[in-house]
Each structure stands twice: as C-alpha cells, then as structure tokens.
C-alpha cells in the first residue's frame, strides 16, 4: 500500500476546472488533511493510496467549491426589505437608513450565519465580501466553516461601524492585521466606490492593502449614471480616474464594471484586477449589461457573484452561472459566446484568481485546499445524461442542474454540508432570529413611512436650523423703484447678489405633512454667467396664508438639508401626489438701516407668470414681539418705494423659522 491520506473520493465524474479542464469518470481525489493530493482516474489513485475513510461518489459530479465573487452576507438580514427601486433610492434611501439603525456585531454575526447556511447548501465553499463589522463576518464565517475574503467598508460618511473614515480606516488595519494568515479568511480594505469616498480614502486604501498584502474590495463602473458624473467631474471615466488614486497598486477586486470602454479594460488587465461579474444584480437594479465576453478575451479574471441578497434577492450561484451564459449570448445574438465550460470556470477557478486565491482554490489540483462539492444529476430535471462530449458535464451543470443537486460540501478537507444537512449551523434557529430582526425592521420602516419630516431626517446629512426671521412678501410693479430706493444714503448695502432660482414644492396629500421644497440657486456673476449651483430641501410647515394667487409663496420652513441627491431622487423617495415648479430671478441684498439689517429680495417670477414680488426679511434671531418688528420692517418697505400698498404690511406680516440666511 501507498501513502496514506485522509480521504479517497471514488466512483466520481470528476470536473478538475484546471488550465486543460480535464475530466476523470470514473476518477478519484485523495486528501490529506486540508489538502488535495492527487486527482486522476480511479483505476490510477485507488492503488496509490491507503485512505483512512473511502467515499464513495456512486457517480456523482465531483468538482470545486463554487466561488462567489462578490457579495455582503450581513444583508441576507436585508432580503426582500425593498425592491422595484432605482439604485440611489434603494442604497440612500432605504438601505442605508436602516442600516444605520439596526447594524450591529450581533445584525452582522446572524446575517453572516445566515448566509452561509445558504452558500454551502448551494455549493459555494468560498465568497468575497464587502461590509460593516467585517470582523464578525469573519468570524461567523470561519465557524461556519467556509472560505471567504473579508473586506471591511470604508466610506466618506458615517457607518453603523465608525463615525469617520478614520476611524474605519483603523478599524480594517487591526482587522487585517489580526486575521491575516488565518487558514479560511483573507482579511482585505473596501472603499466602497469611487462616489462614496474621497480621493484621499482611495489612496489610503490602496497604501493599507499594499502594506497587509491583502486585496482591496471596491465596486467600479456599475451604472451610466456613476459614469456621467465622473466624467462630468473629472473629466475622465472611472478605471482611470481610480488608477490615478493608485489603487492599482494594490490586488484589485473590482465588482461590476459594467460601463467600461476598451481602454479601460486594458487597464484592469494590467494591473491583473479580478473582476465580479454580478448579473441578477445588475438586472435587477438595471444597471446594464458587463461587456464579459470582451473582458474574458482580454484576459481577465472575471468572477461571478451574487452581489448582496437585499438587491438579488438569493445567494444562489447555480442561477447566477446560467445568467451569466444568457446573458452573453443574448446581447451578443450569438450562442456560441461564453459556453457552459467558460461560464462554469468563471465560477471557479477565474473567481478564485479573481479573489487572488487562485494558488488556493478554484479547482481540484495537487497542493490546493480541499475545496470541493458533490452534485446529484441523477435527477428528474436533469435526465437524461450524455458523456459522449466532455461539454456535456458542463451544460448539465450550468443549464439544467439546480442548486438543491448539492448533496455534500467539503472545506479545507472539513464537511460543512454532508446529505444536504449542514454540519456547523442550526438551520432552525438562523430562521428564527432573522424573522425577529424583519419585525423590528418593518416597524421602524412603518414608524418612518408615516411623515415626510421623519424621512428627511432618515436620509442622514439633515439639520434642523434654529434661525427665525420675520418675513414680509410684497407684490410691486416695478423692480427699478426698488433698486432705485436702495440708493438711499440712510441704507447701507453689506451683500448683494443675483440668482436664478428653481423650486419644485412636493404636495402631499394629508396638508399637515407640510411641503417640500427642492430649490437649486445658480449664482449669476456681472456677465450673466453661472458661477456656482447649490441646492438645498426645505421642508415647509403648512400655509399660513393664502392670500397670493400661488398659495406656495408663504411658509414657515421647518427643515433644512443640502440636497446631495436629483430631484428625481427626492421624488422617488417621498412620492408627492402633486408637483409645483417655480423658476425666479432674484436679486438680493443684505442692508443696515438704523442698526437693523435686512434682507431684501426682488423676485421676478417666470414660471408661473406672477410679475414681480419684494420680500423683506429681518435678521433677528431672536424676537420677542412680533409686533415691534412689524413696524419696523413696515418702515424699510414705505422708506424704499412710494408705490407700495401700505395696507398690506400688517396682512403680509409671516414668522419665518428655519429659513437658512445668506
Ligand atoms: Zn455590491
């Protein structure tokens, strides 16, 4: 007898995913420890090794772990919370927000387990990863008995993790640095996109990643419309302009790249970049389709992942694999692109290099770990079977086999999955506490949804503004007697400044919730040109008056934050029943007259056609009488133009809280 191993799998058609793809049925694999030692024909092996335990395949597919090369595990928790959204609205407005009010260690830990009950049971022996409080998914992950690189998040907001990016940056250096050589986890850095970290976070990144040896996670290029604002803003697509941040420096793991050009993908050949192809994700968010063929061709290491299972909504790599070989062929109309082998590869070996891994995993060779699955095609939906192509193992797998046909699952030459019965986690009770974290959730989701102002604030990045003005809102007939007026020795003029103003007031059906307002000033120099955009949301308490023919124009402010996202955003996150748009030119000044100081608008209204309007506000933050300050605004207004209607000062008087000065 020859050397002794721990296992010796017979009677299997194995699929080795090698360089040659070679195929052995009936063929054998012997492992030693976490190790594989040999692969070949049975009739080779079962002389060569003396097995402590011999098991039998009785003909089933014998092949490596599937890989999935992108995903966030603690998001299983997320699953079905909010679908049939655009991206930003989806991300910002309800993955987010949640995330901050319920990721915890404890979210994460149960997320992960969760997760990889699923992944083993379908086959998945290692995973790329991307999330808060990466150190419990480690952890779970390395209970769970699964292979996985683990990236910790880093983004320029605060996270449920850090409150900077500082701190997270030090949060993933004591990570990797404590988990680096572990036999299941790769601990790795996430910027998490280009769009949702600075410059300074890329590089830091980068230079972290480099130091560890370690990968660097990031998600590149998924939509157009990441695209059109990086080359809006930098004048350059996104490949290069993250290369120029250095990140190429590092092992890359780039998720997505779905809009690049052929330059860009020479580029992530270069800098030898693996790729997660992520198809259900990109079809589900609409995101597009990866140009895989061409990145394939190039020479890269394209993955596949599931991407998170909030936006899938499952971890299942048997429906990501069939995708992924549709999908080419129907973009391109020809079916010979991506065949199952390739499409199968992708899964395996390519993922592991994708993962750099690929000296680890990704296929049944002689000194990579024992990673590997059974699978059952001996079923209904897969019968019957042909061998006289070794293509046809492929397309059996890839096109017919499900899943659930992953009867047993092998990790570092440890069972995690024996008989589809999972060796290191209770099923019943991963079951359980997700559906106790999916009532919280839906409550403090149904607490939210009830007012427009508890939205606003669960977009983050709001701020209640404390300012009160006394406000006073004329209709005039002619600017130039104002401006005229405004010459007058006794004022004197602090600021002045010209904008365009664009307003949209969200309406909403119960009056109580008030109004939104999403005003975008262009700033407007001498020469008539933009000198700068900025735009901001209001949130406005209901009308006190509704004396002008647009009752919109008088309102107490209640809420106020930069609008960092698109009106269509605001409008896909708050849904108004109504829409009111008014585009105005203003001019303003901020005035002293008699040791008060003012502020003085001259709207000219566009749209609608409502003429011209002066309005007055007084910088008084703080009022006690509101009628001392109507006489003295009363004043200003009959000091600065005779043609006013002097009645209308008392009528027109509005406090004003929250309206942010300057
Ligand atoms: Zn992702």
């Given at each position: 007898?020859?050397?002794?191993?721990?296992?010796?799998?017979?009677?299997?058609?194995?699929?080795?995913?090698?360089?040659?793809?070679?195929?052995?049925?009936?063929?054998?694999?012997?492992?030693?420890?976490?190790?594989?030692?040999?692969?070949?024909?049975?009739?080779?092996?079962?002389?060569?090794?003396?097995?402590?335990?011999?098991?039998?395949?009785?003909?089933?597919?014998?092949?490596?772990?599937?890989?999935?090369?992108?995903?966030?595990?603690?998001?299983?928790?997320?699953?079905?919370?909010?679908?049939?959204?655009?991206?930003?609205?989806?991300?910002?407005?309800?993955?987010?927000?949640?995330?901050?009010?319920?990721?915890?260690?404890?979210?994460?830990?149960?997320?992960?387990?969760?997760?990889?009950?699923?992944?083993?049971?379908?086959g998945v022996t290692c995973f790329a990863?991307?999330?808060?409080?990466?150190?419990?998914?480690?952890?779970?992950?390395?209970?769970?008995?699964?292979?996985?690189?683990?990236?910790?998040?880093?983004?320029?907001?605060?996270?449920?993790?850090?409150?900077?990016?500082?701190?997270?940056?030090?949060?993933?250096?004591?990570?990797?640095?404590?988990?680096?050589?572990?036999?299941?986890?790769?601990?790795?850095?996430?910027?998490?996109?280009?769009?949702?970290?600075?410059?300074?976070?890329?590089?830091?990144?980068?230079?972290?990643?480099?130091?560890?040896?370690?990968?660097?996670?990031?998600?590149?290029?998924?939509?157009?419309?990441?695209?059109?604002?990086?080359?809006?803003?930098?004048?350059?697509?996104?490949?290069?302009?993250?290369?120029?941040?250095?990140?190429?420096?590092?092992?890359?793991?780039?998720?997505?790249?779905?809009?690049?050009?052929?330059?860009?993908?020479?580029?992530?050949?270069?800098?030898?970049?693996?790729?997660s192809h992520n198809p259900s994700s990109?079809?589900?968010?609409?995101?597009?389709?990866?140009?895989?063929?061409?990145?394939?061709?190039?020479?890269?290491?394209?993955?596949?992942?599931?991407?998170?299972?909030?936006?899938?909504?499952?971890?299942?790599?048997?429906?990501?694999?069939?995708?992924?070989?549709?999908?080419?062929?129907?973009?391109?109309?020809?079916?010979?692109?991506?065949?199952?082998?390739?499409?199968?590869?992708?899964?395996?070996?390519?993922?592991?290099?994708?993962?750099?891994?690929?000296?680890?995993?990704?296929?049944?060779?002689?000194?990579?770990?024992?990673?590997?699955?059974?699978?059952?095609?001996?079923?209904?939906?897969?019968?019957?079977?042909?061998?006289?192509?070794?293509?046809?193992?492929?397309?059996?797998?890839?096109?017919?086999?499900?899943?659930?046909?992953?009867?047993?699952?092998?990790?570092?030459?440890?069972?995690?999955?024996?008989?589809?019965?999972?060796?290191?986690?209770?099923?019943?009770?991963?079951?359980?506490?997700?559906?106790?974290?999916?009532?919280?959730?839906?409550?403090?989701?149904?607490?939210?949804?009830?007012?427009?102002?508890?939205?606003?604030?669960?977009?983050?990045?709001?701020?209640?503004?404390?300012?009160?003005?006394?406000?006073?809102?004329?209709?005039?007939?002619?600017?130039?007697?104002?401006?005229?007026?405004?010459?007058?020795?006794?004022?004197?003029?602090?600021?002045?400044?010209?904008?365009?103003?664009?307003?949209?007031?969200?309406?909403?059906?119960?009056?109580?919730?008030?109004?939104?307002?999403?005003?975008?000033?262009?700033?407007?120099?001498?020469?008539?040109?933009?000198?700068?955009?900025?735009?901001?949301?209001?949130?406005?308490?209901?009308?006190?008056?509704?004396?002008?023919?647009?009752?919109?124009?008088?309102?107490?402010?209640?809420?106020?934050?930069?609008?960092?996202?698109?009106?269509?955003?605001?409008?896909?996150?708050?849904?108004?029943?109504?829409?009111?748009?008014?585009?105005?030119?203003?001019?303003?000044?901020?005035?002293?007259?008699?040791?008060?100081?003012?502020?003085?608008?001259?709207?000219?209204?566009?749209?609608?056609?409502?003429?011209?309007?002066?309005?007055?506000?007084?910088?008084?933050?703080?009022?006690?009488?509101?009628?001392?300050?109507?006489?003295?605004?009363?004043?200003?207004?009959?000091?600065?133009?005779?043609?006013?209607?002097?009645?209308?000062?008392?009528?027109?008087?509005?406090?004003?809280?929250?309206?942010?000065?300057?």
């Amino acid at each position: 007898m020859g050397q002794t191993v721990d296992f010796l799998f017979i009677n299997a058609h194995v699929l080795t995913m090698d360089e040659q793809l070679q195929q052995f049925n009936p063929g054998a694999v012997a492992i030693k420890g976490d190790s594989i030692i040999s692969v070949g024909s049975q009739s080779d092996l079962v002389g060569k090794y003396h097995a402590k335990e011999t098991f039998d395949c009785r003909g089933k597919i014998l092949m490596p772990g599937l890989i999935n090369a992108h995903t966030h595990v603690p998001m299983t928790l997320l699953r079905g919370l909010a679908d049939d959204l655009r991206l930003d609205v989806w991300l910002l407005g309800y993955m987010m927000p949640v995330e901050r009010e319920f990721v915890s260690p404890d979210f994460v830990k149960l997320g992960t387990s969760l997760a990889c009950a699923e992944l083993s049971l379908s086959g998945v022996t290692c995973f790329a990863d991307m999330y808060y409080f990466e150190e419990e998914v480690a952890k779970a992950t390395a209970q769970a008995g699964l292979r996985a690189v683990c990236s910790q998040t880093v983004l320029k907001f605060p996270t449920p993790d850090a409150k900077s990016y500082e701190d997270s940056l030090a949060y993933a250096r004591d990570f990797i640095s404590r988990w680096k050589g572990h036999p299941l986890i790769e601990p790795s850095v996430a910027p998490h996109a280009p769009y949702t970290c600075t410059n300074e976070i890329l590089q830091a990144t980068s230079l972290l990643a480099q130091e560890f040896d370690v990968p660097l996670h990031t998600h590149l290029s998924e939509t157009a419309l990441e695209v059109e604002n990086m080359r809006r803003e930098t004048g350059m697509p996104v490949i290069p302009f993250v290369k120029k941040q250095g990140i190429f420096e590092a092992k890359v793991l780039a998720a997505h790249c779905v809009h690049i050009d052929p330059g860009e993908i020479r580029t992530l050949v270069h800098a030898n970049a693996g790729i997660s192809h992520n198809p259900s994700s990109n079809l589900k968010l609409g995101s597009g389709f990866a140009p895989v063929s061409k990145m394939l061709e190039a020479g890269l290491n394209v993955g596949i992942g599931t991407d998170g299972p909030a936006s899938n909504n499952d971890m299942d790599m048997f429906e990501e694999i069939r995708l992924s070989a549709f999908l080419a062929k129907g973009i391109s109309g020809d079916p010979t692109v991506l065949p199952a082998s390739t499409a199968l590869t992708m899964a395996t070996r390519l993922g592991a290099k994708a993962l750099h891994l690929g000296s680890v995993t990704g296929s049944l060779e002689p000194g990579k770990r024992a990673d590997l699955i059974l699978i059952n095609l001996d079923m209904i939906h897969n019968s019957p079977r042909f061998d006289r192509e070794p293509e046809n193992a492929y397309a059996s797998i890839v096109y017919a086999a499900k899943s659930t046909d992953v009867t047993d699952v092998m990790v570092n030459g440890k069972w995690i999955v024996q008989n589809r019965v999972l060796a290191n986690l209770n099923k019943d009770d991963l079951v359980y506490g997700a559906s106790q974290y999916s009532k919280k959730i839906d409550y403090f989701l149904i607490q939210r949804e009830q007012s427009v102002f508890s939205k606003l604030i669960a977009l983050g990045g709001s701020s209640e503004a404390e300012s009160f003005e006394i406000q006073i809102k004329v209709k005039i007939n002619n600017i130039s007697e104002i401006v005229n007026a405004l010459k007058n020795p006794q004022i004197d003029i602090l600021i002045s400044k010209h904008y365009h103003q664009h307003d949209a007031y969200f309406i909403f059906p119960d009056q109580t919730q008030g109004r939104l307002r999403y005003r975008e000033d262009e700033a407007i120099d001498n020469k008539g040109q933009i000198t700068s955009v900025r735009s901001r949301l209001t949130l406005l308490g209901p009308a006190r008056e509704n004396n002008f023919e647009n009752d919109v124009l008088l309102s107490r402010s209640r809420y106020l934050a930069p609008a960092t996202n698109s009106l269509r955003f605001y409008r896909e996150y708050f849904k108004p029943s109504t829409e009111i748009f008014i585009d105005k030119d203003r001019l303003r000044w901020l005035v002293r007259y008699k040791n008060t100081e003012f502020y003085i608008n001259l709207d000219s209204f566009e749209k609608p056609d409502l003429g011209y309007f002066l309005e007055i506000k007084s910088r008084t933050w703080s009022f006690t009488d509101a009628t001392n300050k109507a006489t003295l605004t009363g004043e200003l207004i009959l000091l600065l133009g005779g043609s006013l209607d002097k009645t209308i000062t008392q009528d027109y008087l509005e406090v004003v809280q929250g309206e942010e000065p300057g």
